[in-house]
């Protein structure tokens, strides 16, 4: 028998594909603690952001100044044992800063690859609506394909990789709106919202004097992560959920409310996360209910609604909301 007869990674065995999924779920409840600590009274927010880590994806995280944006961004890195770099972006910041870019050394006599901000396993882009849009493109082929390329010469990004980008709402000064086909690159968008008032105090209470991140230290690494994400593949998604992940994005398409509705590539992530979300509930299979849970933090923020839609005041949340409730769900199948 060859050697990748004998590979585990290979392999249908539902007992060695249960194994690597038990690990799933141990390490990422020992993750989502950690960054609890941090991170008060925003379970859904933290379960959200590990979903989309193990579903390789990116996370656009939006809200008002002052609410744990970047404070999320900076814990998930703190947590893994990994290479983290920030990105704060501002108007005066070029392509190249995040790229990298070729510099002549004159003791070789040739030119030499400076590695940018994008080259780590964890990127921390910090209010990234407030770069030009040229610079924002930057990101475009990275998030895409996991490489960047720079005059002429393609450079992989190291694994596991997901850019953790913040932004503030587009009403506020100096920001500029991020373009479609940006937005379509993250996973998924949330929005840490306000804390509740016993929230608040405890943070008030335990880091009033000390930033919290000073006490974390690592629960994984990112070779850990790496082999989390291979067994979160290995969830099994029947015909009729992939079908029902079609449905919902035609659904999007044909609506009246909506001027531009779900990309094929939104399809792809809605399944991915769809996989992912079910390992963390510690199962092997999708069920349609990961669907529906995960679908607004991954379909909301691609869709583009009419100017009808705008003026009777509806977000793109409730437009698909109201599509939930209309596509026909599938029976439950293994």
Same mark, same amino acid.
């Given at each position: 028998m060859s050697d990748l007869e004998h590979d585990p990674r290979?392999?249908?065995?539902?007992?060695?594909?249960?194994?690597?999924?038990?690990?799933?779920?141990?390490v990422s409840s020992t993750l989502a603690s950690a960054m609890n600590s941090v991170i008060e009274g925003k379970q859904s927010v933290v379960r959200t952001a590990i979903t989309?880590?193990?579903?390789?994806?990116?996370?656009?995280?939006?809200?008002?100044?002052?609410?744990?944006?970047?404070?999320?961004?900076?814990?998930?890195?703190?947590?893994?044992?990994?290479?983290?770099? /920030?990105?704060?972006?501002?108007?005066?910041?070029?392509? +190249?800063?995040?790229?990298?870019?070729?510099?002549?050394?004159?003791?070789?006599?040739?030119?030499?690859?400076?590695?940018?901000? !994008? #080259?780590?396993?964890?990127?921390?882009g910090?209010?990234?609506?407030?770069?030009?849009?040229?610079?924002?493109?930057?990101?475009?082929?990275?998030?895409?394909?996991?490489?960047?390329?720079?005059?002429?010469?393609?450079?992989?990004?190291?694994?596991? #990789? !997901?850019?953790?980008?913040?932004?503030?709402? !587009?009403?506020?000064?100096?920001?500029?709106?991020?373009?479609?086909a940006q937005r379509d690159r993250f996973m998924a968008r949330i929005s840490m919202g306000y804390p509740s008032a016993r929230s608040e105090l405890d943070m008030l209470e335990l880091h009033g004097g000390v930033s919290p991140l000073e006490a974390l230290r690592s629960v994984t690494d990112a070779a850990t992560i790496q082999t989390m994400i291979?067994?979160?593949?290995?969830?099994? %998604?029947?015909?009729?959920?992939?079908?029902?992940?079609?449905?919902?994005?035609?659904?999007? /398409?044909? +609506?009246?409310?909506?001027?531009?509705?779900? +990309?094929?590539?939104?399809?792809?992530?809605?399944?991915? %996360?769809?996989?992912a979300h079910a390992a963390l509930a510690g199962r092997d299979h999708v069920l349609p209910d990961d669907i529906q849970q995960i679908a607004g933090p991954v379909l909301a923020h691609r869709l583009i609604p009419t100017g009808e839609t705008q003026m009777a005041r509806r977000t793109t949340s409730d437009v698909l909301a109201d599509l939930l409730q209309r596509v026909r769900v599938p029976a439950p199948t293994r």
């Open positions: 290979t392999t249908s065995d539902p007992a060695v594909r249960g194994a690597s999924l038990d690990q799933v779920l141990q989309v880590l193990l579903a390789e994806g990116h996370l656009l995280v939006e809200d008002v100044p002052g609410t744990g944006k970047t404070l999320l961004a900076k814990t998930l890195g703190r947590c893994i044992d990994a290479s983290v770099r /920030r990105v704060q972006f501002t108007p005066d910041l070029l392509p +190249s800063d995040i790229t990298g870019v070729s510099v002549y050394n004159q003791d070789v006599r040739d030119f030499e690859f400076r590695p940018g901000a !994008i #080259f780590a396993n964890v990127v921390v910090d209010e990234i609506n407030r770069a030009s849009p040229k610079t924002q493109s930057a990101l475009l082929e990275s998030m895409e394909e996991g490489q960047v390329t720079v005059d002429g010469t393609t450079y992989v990004l190291p694994r596991p #990789f !997901i850019v953790m980008a913040t932004q503030n709402p !587009i009403e506020m000064e100096g920001t500029y709106p991020l373009p479609e291979d067994a979160v593949r290995t969830v099994h %998604a029947s015909a009729a959920v992939r079908q029902y992940i079609v449905d919902l994005a035609q659904a999007t /398409r044909s +609506s009246t409310a909506l001027r531009l509705g779900a +990309s094929p590539r939104a399809t792809l992530h809605l399944l991915r %996360a769809a996989r």
